[in-house]
């Protein structure tokens, strides 16, 4: 079966410091993984996305994701944190299915909220 | 370009009552899809709609659940009747036919069932 696993329920990052947001996958096949984060009371924001290419990935807000084939993971990234980053990012895996027209739903890790302190 | 919405934005209901919610997606996409955030968990795939045609709905949890997608636009989801367990956020995406992989997330409802 196919799943995402985010190992940390809570960052704690100091502003201008390095983040990362663990993820690792479970997926046969090639993955396609995504990132998305919620705001409070806001819905989920497309971040990234890996499908196939480059390793790295470069996203929205100065966000970049590492896909690691060999550790199944797609790690989040960003060099220098803000306040304002503060929120929850869940990773997602996009299920293909078995037949072309089916597949495409998201099965999602439990959520990592990052907190970012000035 | 207007993003997906979704109706109400906060629902509170008491046990037994039916609720409906109501999801626009974005205009000209085929795919739309239902998810839920139950307690503080995981968000959870209900089902999927390609136009109008329910392409899997593996997720829906039991029959008080009742979507549809009149026309290939906007879809409802009905619960009837309203558990405590139904509590939490349903989200509602969309994706265009083509560009399949990157779904785009309404904002969600808040369900609370007493």
């Known amino acids: 079966a196919q799943s995402v696993a985010q190992p940390e329920d809570q960052v704690n990052v100091a502003e201008g410091n390095p983040l990362t947001v663990k993820c690792t996958y479970s997926?046969?096949?090639?993955?396609?993984l995504f990132w998305y984060v919620q705001y409070p009371n806001r819905g989920l924001q497309f971040l990234l996305k890996?499908?196939?290419?480059?390793?790295l990935v470069k996203g929205s807000y100065g966000f970049e994701a590492e896909f690691n084939k060999s550790q199944t993971s797609f790690h989040l990234k960003k060099p220098s944190a803000l306040v304002s980053d503060s929120a929850l990012y869940f990773c997602?895996?996009?299920?293909?299915?078995?037949?072309?027209?089916?597949?495409?739903?998201?099965?999602f890790g439990q959520g990592t909220e990052l907190s970012v302190k000035p | 370009e207007a993003g997906v919405t979704q109706f109400p934005s906060h629902s509170v209901i008491e046990k037994g009552q039916t609720v409906t919610l109501r999801c626009d997606p974005i205009?000209?996409?085929?795919?739309l899809y239902w998810y839920r955030r139950v307690m503080g968990k995981e968000i959870k795939f209900l089902l999927h709609?390609?136009?109008?045609?329910?392409?899997?709905e593996s997720g829906m949890p039991n029959n008080r659940f009742l979507a549809e997608r009149t026309g290939g636009t906007y879809s409802t989801l009905k619960v009837q009747p309203a558990e405590l367990e139904d509590s939490g956020v349903y989200f509602c995406?969309?994706?265009?036919?083509?560009?399949?992989?990157?779904?785009?997330f309404g904002p969600g409802t808040r369900l609370l069932v007493l």
């Open positions: 995406a969309s994706s265009q036919r083509e560009r399949r992989e990157t779904q785009y």
């Open positions: 709609f390609v136009k109008e045609s329910k392409q899997d």
């Open positions: 997602a895996v996009r299920d293909k299915g078995m037949i072309y027209n089916q597949g495409g739903k998201l099965i």
């Open positions: 205009s000209g996409h085929d795919n």
């Open positions: 997926v046969s096949g090639n993955p396609y």
């Open positions: 890996y499908i196939t290419g480059d390793n």
